[in-house]
């Protein structure tokens, strides 16, 4: 009964390939979220999404696109993997649309996608 | 200067101790701030929260900040092995222009040792 899953929770591939990572969240949540965990834990948002506006983080580069087929849906495309995309991705959604992070909208992360590119 | 700044350990304490971990930042924009606890292979969630300056107290955590030093800190008291995890503190506020930020701390790794 997870609120927000991702998959595949693994995901080992080689230079140049593209890859998918599927995150669904069964919460009502009016805005998803993909966040990059590297080696160092540190966590950074990448794009947010609602029906309205994709927001996207201007340092993230364009092999990286967000889909989102519904509300409850928001998936994330890399093509030509490189060894520096290497990290844990997480997925994320809270209520409310905008970008207004407030105690009554936390977000709620999926257990993130262990990305390893060879 | 990083706009959030939090020492990521480790941090190694033995049962029963009092922890305190800190975030330092540089925006005074930031008005929410927040704690969130990380377990091994799992994603974040949302421990404690607070708005602008004070103290807020949830059974054995407790969460302070000092806008005027811009300094958060979370306690946590007779700690038991199963606060052992990262603990990342995070804040958002309004920069203008329709704009908001969610910044993450670097995350401090806690083990507490029985």
């Known amino acids: 009964d997870t609120a927000v899953s991702q998959t595949p929770k693994y995901l080992v591939t080689q230079m140049g390939n593209d890859k998918s990572i599927k995150c669904e969240q069964n919460?009502?949540?009016?805005?998803m979220y993909w966040y990059k965990q590297d080696s160092k834990k540190f966590l950074k948002i990448m794009f947010s999404y609602n029906n309205k506006e994709l927001i996207i983080n201007e340092t993230v580069p364009n092999r990286f696109s967000p889909k989102s087929p519904d509300k409850a849906h928001l998936n994330l495309h890399i093509n030509s993997l490189e060894l520096g995309d290497s990290a844990v991705y997480f997925c994320?959604?809270?209520?409310?649309?905008?970008?207004?992070?407030?105690?009554?909208?936390?977000?709620?992360f999926g257990n993130g996608t262990r990305l390893t590119v060879t | 200067q990083k706009e959030v700044e939090q020492d990521p350990g480790p941090l190694s304490v033995p049962e029963g101790a009092i922890v305190s971990l800190n975030c330092t930042y540089s925006n005074s924009a930031f008005q929410y701030f927040m704690w969130y606890r990380q377990y091994s292979r799992k994603g974040p969630e949302l421990l404690m929260y607070?708005?602008?300056?004070g103290n807020k107290e949830d059974g054995r955590f407790t969460a302070q900040v000092d806008k005027s030093s811009k300094y958060i800190s979370l306690f946590i008291r007779d700690s038991q092995p199963s606060d052992s995890a990262t603990y990342l503190c995070a804040m958002s506020g309004y920069l203008g222009a329709g704009s908001y930020q969610l910044t993450f701390g670097k995350g401090t790794k806690l083990s507490v040792i029985p």
């Open positions: 607070t708005y602008s300056s």
């Open positions: 919460l009502g949540h009016d805005t």
């Open positions: 994320a959604s809270r209520s409310g649309g905008g970008q207004g992070f407030t105690y009554n909208s936390p977000l709620h």
